[in-house]
């Protein structure tokens, strides 16, 4: 199965196994796909991940360097506003855990890869890495990404592979929405909220209730 | 052969722990008998052992996610949504319990007590003459021994103990039933709701879905604290499970012993007095084996394994099984296939949100083929579906970094209002499981081969089960409604029914109107395997009332000494 639209996956959260299927929802976010897409809809890409001949997973584990660097995009992404940002709420481990565990080999090597590729634009553009440009010139490297992304993943056949930028934006928002800062900070979050109220006045600038989980 | 056998013996035998297995042994111990109650899986204790029930999303490594990992060791469940960080305790091990797949069946279990009571989908609606009739007008299958009137005593019972929320809507197709007050639609369904009154001739029905969450507290529970979090087990008991409800109810009478990690292996058969005389039990920590006795037996290990342990067992009298003289043993398994619909944008609410996270939606009752229409299929289908403002995933896909990128992404967004179809599959022999020999399990037993595929009519209905959903849609004013079909196959709708169908004739089916196997009076299957057909309505809520009028008539039957 594929799950390529959002709305698809906008109705899933709509049927009777509801929390788990919205679980999938939020983790997609509804969105066109994105590069650890194949583990979350549960369809294993056919082709075999790469394994070193003594039989061990190819992938290294990200340095707490590379960890900062992660930070810095997802805090370019997500910056100190009225509420904390992604870098507070050590959004680039929990990016590093997900790619480790939870992507692909393929995927693996198209994000990191992508962290390469990044740091060699911003040596061309700033002649010095990602993480020591300025904030200024980070947010013009990555607007300029996003709308490479966006174009890229707009028009992309399905089993294209997914843009490293796309990867790494979906892995700031979901890790930083579901950090305790984005649920608590600037979402809000109630554990148990004791009722149901159908039907409330809202106000534009009021933030969403959190997932429960 | 066995390496012990328990003295004591017992009034009754109850195998499995779910939904089915938990009425069983209330209705049972609460007439007064000895109940055995034998579960495969391991003890999960009421509240106690939710480990996660309470967990915030930021206590989640991959924040309920799935990692390769997970998806190297459930390859089963990784199929479809089950797979998940936050409640991977309560599905199987699949390496330890495999199956055989003739053609793809997902097959979602979950081994433990309570079985899949603790991640249900609490849907609850009772099941009309609509459906009872519809083998025998159709021609098809074999005529349901049952109708309503008969269930519908029962319907009321298990209500009011499970506690159902929901709405009387006066629909003969849907009927009502003992209902504590529905959770409320929000404006969006309300609207699309209100819209639909008066279309379609007003014969479309946006009601309440009908939920085993209470809404008032019931002894020992609380009531829905709107908090979504069902499937991890809930500390307030507030949906109804095994652990919840039937229980400490059943506990309560004093005449319950609960045995997990005992594996029925077979089901014991005397051939002179033509009844069961226990089943005997592998132990699946120590693998030692144990007969125990009782005067009736009980099946409600849930569908598919009810049937493969009908499929081992009095294979000295009978080589298809205990319940095979019919020919109809495995045969006729059906599921709802489902995974399809159409949704879109609720325009003229921006100012409009809700509290809480209420743990289900709205449902469309069955229109199709009923009530003078009439399609190329045969049967029809519901809709399952809500209303909501979308979150802050909808921003991955959209343009943009940066401080008001965030800020915006942690308002909610577009109202959005779908439903997802739910059609009935109908009977088929073809449809079946069988041993297969060349396949053990941990312990040493054959493993099911499944051997079960949609056909035309399926093909069919699906073309209106997701058309439908888009007109009706837009229709009530809903904006760039969109329609998908993600696929299914077998099993995915997690309601396996059929392989031991209840029906007239000993000849044609292997269960009896009262849920005995026509071969062995004292041995009762009152779990989806009885279904003779599937509806399109969610099937548990019929397993309830199907056990406690079967644990009923078992007792008067002892009582008469008839068994």
Known sequence: MSLDTDKPLLAQSLIDRREAIKRVSALLGGAALIGGSALWTGCA??????????????????????????????????????????????TGAFMAVMVADSYQPKDQAIFRDGMKTLDAAAETANKTTFVASTPAHRLALLETLDKEQKAYMDTKKPDDPAHYFRMMKELSLLGYFTSEIGCTQAQRYIESPGRYDPCLPYTKGEVSWASHA | MQDQVQDQAYDAIVVGSGISGGWAAKELTEKGLKVLLLERGKNIEHIKDYVNATKAPWQYPHRGGRTTDMIKHYPVLARDYPLNEKNLDYWVDERESPYTEAKRFDWFRGYQVGGRSLMWGRQSYRWSNIDFDANAKDGIAVDWPIRYEELAPWYDKVEKFAGIAGNRDGLEVLPDGQFMPPHKLNCGEELVGNKLKKLFDGKRHLIHARTANITQPLPGRGACQSRDACWLGCPYGAYFSTQSSTLPAAVATGNLTLKPFAIVSEVLYDKDKKRASGVRVIDAVTNATTDYKAKVVFLCASTLNSAWLLLRSATDIWPGGLGSSSGELGNNLMDHHFRLGAAGDLEGLDDKYYYGRKPTGFYIPRYRNVFGDKREYLRGFGYQGSASREGWSRAIAEAGIGGAFKDAAAEPGQWTVGGMAFGEMLPNHANKVTLDETTKDKWGLPVLKIDCATGENEAKMRKDMMADMA???????????????????????????????????????????????????????TDGSGMTSASCVNPSLTYMALTARAADFAVSELTKRNL
């Open chain 1, 45 to 90: 890409p056919k082709d075999s991940p790469p394994v070193a001949a003594d039989g061990t997973a190819a992938f290294v584990p990200f340095t707490a360097a590379e960890i900062a660097y992660l930070d810095e995009i997802a805090d370019t992404i997500l910056p100190d506003t009225k509420t904390p940002g992604a870098k507070a709420a050590k």
């Open chain 2, 471 to 525: 007109e009706m849609l837009a229709a009530a004013g809903v904006k760039d409604v969109k329609t998908y079909d993600l696929g299914y196959f077998p099993g995915q709708g997690i309601h396996e029914m059929g392989t031991a169908r209840m029906g007239k004739d000993p000849k044609t089916s292997v269960l009896n109107s009262h849920n005995q196997v026509w071969d062995a009076p004292n041995v009762f299957v």
